[in-house]
């Protein structure tokens, strides 16, 4: 199996081995149809997102299904793993949103399992990152905030709308505040979205770029092959670091999605 500093190094050599191309960090980002498909006017062809979506799903599946199927009184690795994914989820819910909150446990589990393996299985080379992109993550966060607005609206009818407007404040501040709150409001999928889809495209533009100055120093001689430890080193410190910020950046996503949820079973303030 590759490791991801390898890989790295590997992506650079590949880059740089054919002359006269350059270095592409964004090529990794491509979508590329692998079947195309037509319906209606409409181009549904199956792509390397949909590839790799259709991998994390599988991956998750096989962790829940296999991992909790023997139901050990001493769990082994997959049982383990599978036990404290959800428990650490459902402590979430219950620390953000209350136990009420753990109606919402289905929608958060399946949101921060699919962010995580889909941040987890991107760092390994030559895969596809399906949270780089901005059309995935708006997708998820707008999931999210229509989750609040249809519930809140259903469930606490016009009251949902005292969300928008805070108790105790002096009514010639009243207009402002809730000008303040709704613009608050409408800029969560946005927040949400850029805020994964920005650290994953940053984290693994990073990663091909060092992964690129260790291929070139290392075809160079003298003085470029003494420095080509510095950046090795770099892009073995920089992967950790990315397999860290893949596991924040799912919890970071589930535990806003639960404060928004409890914003729509507690709308007031």
């Not at 296999?66 to 997959?78: D, W």
């Not at 404290?84 to 136990?99: C, H, I, K």
């Not at 860290?244 to 970071?252: D, I, S, W």
Request: hydrophobic letters at 55%; one cysteine or more; glycine letters at 8%.
């Amino acid at each position: 199996m590759i490791s991801a500093p390898d890989g790295a190094i590997r992506q650079g050599l590949d880059t740089v081995a054919t002359p006269g191309k350059a270095i592409d960090p964004i090529h990794q980002f491509i979508v590329e149809p692998l079947a195309r498909i037509h319906l209606f006017g409409v181009d549904a062809s199956f792509t390397n997102a949909s590839l790799f979506m259709v991998i994390v799903l599988l991956a998750i599946t096989f962790l829940m299904i296999i991992g909790t199927a023997q139901k050990s009184l001493v769990p082994g690795r997959l049982q383990s793993a599978a036990e404290m994914s959800y428990e650490f989820v459902a402590n979430t819910v219950r620390s953000t949103a209350g136990q009420e909150g753990m109606k919402f446990f289905p929608l958060v589990f399946s949101l921060f399992m699919f962010v995580l393996f889909s941040n987890l299985i991107g760092i390994v080379p030559y895969t596809f990152t399906v949270t780089s992109q901005i059309i995935v993550t708006f997708a998820l966060a707008a999931l999210v905030i229509l989750t609040v607005i249809i519930y809140g609206t259903v469930k606490h009818g016009t009251h949902f709308l005292h969300l928008f407007v805070p108790s105790g404040v002096p009514v010639i501040l009243l207009p402002f505040i809730v000008l303040i709150e709704v613009i608050s409001f409408v800029s969560r999928p946005i927040s949400l979205s850029v805020r994964l889809f920005a650290n994953m495209l940053a984290g693994h533009i990073t990663l091909k770029v060092f992964g690129a100055f260790v291929a070139m120093l290392v075809g160079g001689t003298g003085a470029a092959a003494i420095l080509s430890p510095l950046p090795l080193a770099a892009i073995v410190a920089l992967t950790g670091f990315e397999i860290l910020v893949a596991c924040l950046q799912a919890y970071v996503f589930a535990i806003l999605t639960c404060v928004y949820l409890n914003d729509a079973l507690h709308p007031g303030h």
